[in-house]
């Protein structure tokens, strides 16, 4: 059958692709990747949790259907974490909803609220589902820039005035994957008078709430008073608690629009494994002293990368929250664009990255380092990455001849 699917051609290539797959060809050669590509904890999850899980799933009667909007239980303890985190009052009833992560929350949201023509503003570059969500919805997309130097007030502005038909929602996500930008109230207040005046919903990701390093926590846009009227906001326990591939996520915020999503979910499936949600609920409601020990882990790990790169000759902005660094390509590499310069340090230096073409246009100067690699191997990647460096000219030769070849 010779035949493209719609929506499938609406989807470009994956950029990546070309990556991972010259990660795998390289181990299975033998050749030992130091892989900062993918934002995958690799933390044990903590035991208490897992115990939960273990003794929910020797009871027979959590093996049957579970329920798609999440047991009532851990729908209540997300409530509470939105009390006592953030001082927001979250019906645990009407307000919020479980999902098999924060990525199909966002993707049924999508397919919940939009429809082909309406528009959806979505920062540029962005983690990718935040766009992609929306264009497999057949919704049209408006790319607002986000970065250092850049008004986001004044382009959002742009955007909605220049829009036809006025845009349906903006997509937030502070702190930013891959950027790893922050923002304080201040910025949400603005933005929520914003988009009221304007009948715009707001799309909050905020899974990146417990990853932060420099003292102030970052805020929910659910805390402009107001807020609820127009916005919902997605949260995960995948990185505050080391379980991405546990896939329990969040949705919190406006009722009509959780309605939507619960109505969605009710078509598509059961939700999660019931233990699996009993023992995210002994997360939320257990003890909090591995959130910190977490992030502890992160900042560690950044300061480590930052010096080490630094003193190979490769400066990056240290971030101040995720598990991400967002780091321009260097001197004299810069000309290449983020793909082909992700794939000569792999092939060259046995340092994988994310190329930041993958998360849009804007972020083709940059490539994006995952935080997932302990101290050792990170100065590790250094010591490689200099001497990389030291070798430019040739490896630019070479690529270039390669290029020419090819």
Known sequence: MDQTFHRIKRLPPYVFAEVNAMKASARAAGEDVIDFGMGNPDSA?????????????????????STSRGIPCLRRAQAAYYDRRFGVDIDPETETIVTLGSKEGFANLAQAISAPGDVIVVPNPSYPIHAYGFIIAGAALRHIPVGPGVDFMAEL????????????????????????????????????????????????DLAYAEIYFDGNPPPSVLQVPGAKDIAVEFTSLSKTYSMPGWRIGFAAGNAKIIAALARIKSYLDYGAFTPIQVAA??????????????????????????????????????????????????????????????????????????????????????????????????????????????????????????????
């Not at 002293?289 to 080490?308: A, G, H, L």
């Not at 660094?325 to 004299?332: F, K, Q």
């Not at 983020?338 to 230096?349: D, P, Q, R, V, Y």
């Not at 590790?380 to 490896?395: G, L, S, V």
């Open 157 to 204: 502005e742009r955007a909605v005035k220049y829009s036809v038909p006025p845009p349906l929602a903006l997509v937030l996500n502070f702190p930013a994957n891959p950027t790893a930008m922050v923002v304080d109230l201040a910025f949400y207040e603005e933005v929520v008078r914003f988009c009221r005046e304007h009948g715009i919903i707001i799309i909050s």
């Open 45 to 65: 999850t903590p035991q208490h949790i897992v115990d939960k899980l273990a003794e929910s799933v020797a009871d027979p009667r959590t093996h049957r259907y």
């Open 281 to 406: 609920t002994a997360a939320l409601n257990g003890p909090q002293e591995c959130v910190s020990e977490f992030r502890e882990v992160y900042k560690r790990r950044r300061d480590v990368m930052v010096d080490s790169f630094a003193q190979a000759g490769w400066d990056v902005p240290p971030p101040p929250a995720t598990m991400f660094a967002w780091a321009p390509i260097p001197e004299p590499f810069a000309h290449l664009g983020s793909l082909e310069f992700s794939k000569l340090l792999l092939a060259e230096a046995q340092v994988a990255v994310s190329p930041g073409l993958g998360f849009g246009e804007y972020g083709d100067g940059f490539v994006r380092i995952a935080l997932v690699e302990n101290r050792h191997r990170t100065r590790q990647a250094a010591r490689n990455i200099k001497r990389f460096f030291a070798d430019a000219d040739n490896i630019l030769e070479r690529a270039s001849r390669h290029a020419i070849a090819s």
